[in-house]
């Protein structure tokens, strides 16, 4: 071999061990593809599942926390959740289908109560009155929607014991005198004077309002909207369960 041919050779090895360390350093060591994890994503997903929610809302400026804690009819293991209204209330009537749908998303260790809003003895007494008397019958499912629409809709104000009976017979087939002797009993009036108790202590000056544990209450003005208060409504109710777990 002539020394022309030993330099072509030589030349080609030594090209050949810069491609083999090229290849090496380009397919072995070469930094390995970052996954960007947004929100959406399932690894975001997934992640946030395991820790706590996030503070999403705050106290004194999406809800009001009660000084003295208002005594609760759920279990101890449980969360109570009032939704308070008031039939005359159209925000109240508005909120209502929202609250339907998000009640059926509760879990099972969430208490849901309903209670009728009233600050004297008024139409507001009145028809809370009326709501106990209903629940007292097995009616409340039955009717509710039905009471709202009939106060909202056809300005019909049930205004005493005579109208509602009048109405419950007329749209649902309930006998007048027996609408009337649950609505005039004792039962209802105990009832009514645990509720006022109640209210008091939520230190409401409206509704509607949602109001979690007996310490946490949910308002439209707070809330921004009355689509915001089911929300908010959620994010107590799993503050409650981790406040408890902690």
């Not at 030589?10 to 996954?35: D, E, Q, R, W």
């Not at 109570?80 to 925000?91: K, L, Q, R």
């Not at 106990?132 to 009471?147: D, Q, S």
């Not at 004077?193 to 939520?202: M, N, R, V």
Request: one cysteine or more; hydrophobic letters at 35%; charged letters at 20%.
């Amino acid at each position: 071999m002539t020394k022309k041919m030993k330099g072509i050779a030589g030349i080609a090895v030594f090209l050949g061990i810069i491609l083999v360390a090229a290849g090496y350093l380009f397919n072995g060591n070469s930094p390995k593809k970052t996954t960007i994890v947004s929100q959406s994503s399932p690894v975001a997903q997934n992640a946030t599942s395991q820790t706590q929610p996030l503070q999403r809302f705050q106290a004194g400026q999406d809800y009001r926390v009660l000084e003295n804690q208002v005594s609760t009819d759920a279990k101890p293991e449980n969360v109570e959740v009032v939704s308070v209204f008031w039939y005359g209330c159209p925000h109240c009537y508005a909120l209502e289908p929202k609250i339907e749908q998000w009640q059926k998303t509760l879990s099972s260790n969430v208490e849901f109560i309903r209670t009728p809003g009233f600050f004297g003895p008024n139409l507001w007494q009145t028809h809370a009155r009326l709501y106990y008397t209903v629940r007292n019958m097995g009616l409340e499912e039955k009717v509710h929607a039905g009471i709202f629409s009939e106060i909202q809709n056809r300005r019909n104000p049930l205004k005493d014991g005579e109208q509602m009976a009048g109405f419950m017979n007329r749209e649902f087939g309930i006998e007048p005198k027996t609408f009337t002797s649950e609505f005039n009993a004792f039962g209802v009036s105990q009832q009514l004077q645990k509720a006022f108790s109640k209210l008091k202590g939520y230190k409401l000056t409206g509704v509607p309002a949602i109001i979690i544990d007996g310490r946490y209450v949910v308002e439209p003005g707070l809330a921004g909207s009355l689509n915001n208060m089911p929300v908010i409504a959620d994010f107590l109710i799993r503050k409650v369960k981790q406040d408890r777990k902690g």
